[in-house]
């Protein structure tokens, strides 16, 4: 009975190799992020939608060669106040001008000004803030400079910069990205300062690697998710700054179509007209929405933890 048992089990051969191999799937951060990100069906169709505002709005200002300063119908009534029909899809306005033509040159502007600033603000705004939130020096004089300047009251700073450098597309990134890295900047030191201490960066530290060789390999590559997040509530911000600027006459000027200066032009109009007063702003609230919730599902799909 005993030989029967034994012819019933064959010896394991030990390979030492195999014993190395480790059991579990391959693991792609890039791939995970993608992938948990097209997970969600209203996130997919509010990113395509996204993607077709942006590319609509980058491509048609420049097929209707709409400008602010030319209206040819200004002599024509018949081509005033036009209602929405599918020959003139938002109507005329009080020059007979197409308000689809003013409305997407606007969001044009508004989302080249809103992107240039983010950018800037976040290349110049992530290195200081890391190096910030590592350099004890450095973070006395840095708090100085961010009291100061938090406390300066950024429409007062935008008027003096608009009256020292003009109305342009210009001067306006200039005013949204001369104060606005010094925020960004000390966000990423908080954040920094939170995981500078963990145990892996002292020990990092102790084996003697450079203050720039842990930010970029121990530190910013954690922050990849919060950043994201940050960048996702810049854009939409900017471009409402962009619009109030614009709004109360101190953006892009006259010379340039703005979402900002068509909702201050159509104002006027509330009364017989409600539709050019809140074409641009929907346009506005479409775009902004989109890029918050796009941005924000980005971020949490960025964030490791998600990846389960």
Request: charged share 15%; aromatic share 14%; glycine share 6%.
């Amino acid at each position: 009975m005993e030989a029967e048992n034994i012819n019933l089990f064959e010896f394991a051969a030990f390979d030492e190799l195999e014993s190395e191999h480790i059991a579990a799937p391959r693991y792609s951060y890039w791939k995970s992020v993608w992938r948990t990100f097209f997970k969600n069906k209203f996130t997919v169709a509010v990113a395509i939608l996204l993607v077709f505002i942006l590319c609509f709005a980058l491509i048609q200002p420049k097929l209707s060669g709409y400008s602010p300063i030319v209206t040819p119908n200004i002599n024509n009534a018949s081509m005033k106040f036009l209602k929405p029909s599918a020959e003139h899809i938002f109507g005329t306005d009080h020059v007979g001008n197409e308000v689809f033509d003013a409305v997407w040159a606007g969001a044009r502007n508004s989302i080249i000004v809103s992107f240039v600033c983010t950018a800037i603000n976040m290349i110049v705004g992530i290195p200081i803030g890391a190096l910030w939130g590592f350099s004890k020096r450095m973070d006395r004089w840095m708090l100085e400079v961010y009291n100061v300047i938090s406390n300066i009251p950024f429409l007062l700073l935008a008027m003096i910069l608009s009256y020292v450098l003009g109305a342009g597309m210009r001067s306006l990134i200039i005013t949204m990205t001369c104060t606005e890295w010094v925020f960004v900047a000390y966000f990423i030191r908080t954040q920094v300062m939170i995981i500078r201490d963990r145990e892996y960066n002292m020990a990092s530290k102790c084996l003697g690697t450079g203050t720039w060789t842990m930010i970029m390999k121990n530190v910013l590559p954690y922050l990849i998710s919060v950043i994201m997040t940050y960048a996702s509530r810049q854009i939409p911000t900017l471009i409402s700054y962009e619009v109030f600027l614009s709004w109360m006459g101190l953006g892009l000027g006259t010379t340039n179509a703005s979402l900002g200066q068509s909702i201050a032009m159509y104002t006027s109009y509330m009364n017989g007209y409600p539709h050019l007063f809140w074409i641009p702003v929907s346009v506005l609230a479409i775009i902004s929405i989109s890029l918050y919730i796009v941005g924000q599902k980005l971020a949490d799909a960025a964030d490791p933890r998600t990846h389960m």
